[in-house]
């Protein structure tokens, strides 16, 4: 299947709900917990509460892949815990879950998006348009990340 066929296929769901969000926990760990060995402590943190948005993506009810955002400031959320199950990466998965994201934070009125991006993965969001903030690298659990953002 081609991965337009595959991204067509796909259900968007905006996941407010417990039942909804454990789309993308299954997801975080199957993708995260289980493949880079990351302890549910560390890849479960304060921000996975109430008021904290996931996108998730089903492929015939089964969840595939996730995101999710939360406020910092009043026209400021950080974007992250973007996850793809490894057998469905290669398929532009990744892109539509920000892409799915993004309409929705501009939909709740938000100016700008920040999010830690794993050293591998900055060329993903760059052709997404997100910037550099500085050139440090940090420390975010398991993985050397750099600080990102777009305004929108």
Known sequence: MEANDIISAMEVLRAEAEWQRAGAYSVRIEGMNRQHHITLREEFDEHDCEGTKYIVLLDD????????FYEVEDSLVNLGRVVVLP????????????????????????????????????????????????????????????KMNKIL
């Open 61 to 68: 009810g089964y969840p595939v892949a996730t995101c999710r």
């Open 87 to 146: 057998e469905y990466r290669g398929r532009k998965l990744g892109t539509l879950t920000i892409n799915e994201a993004e309409k929705w934070i501009k939909e709740l009125g938000y100016k700008e998006i920040k999010i830690e991006s794993r050293l591998e993965a900055v060329g993903f969001y760059e052709k997404l348009g997100y910037s550099h903030v500085d050139d440090s690298v940090i420390k975010s659990g398991n993985f050397d990340c750099v």
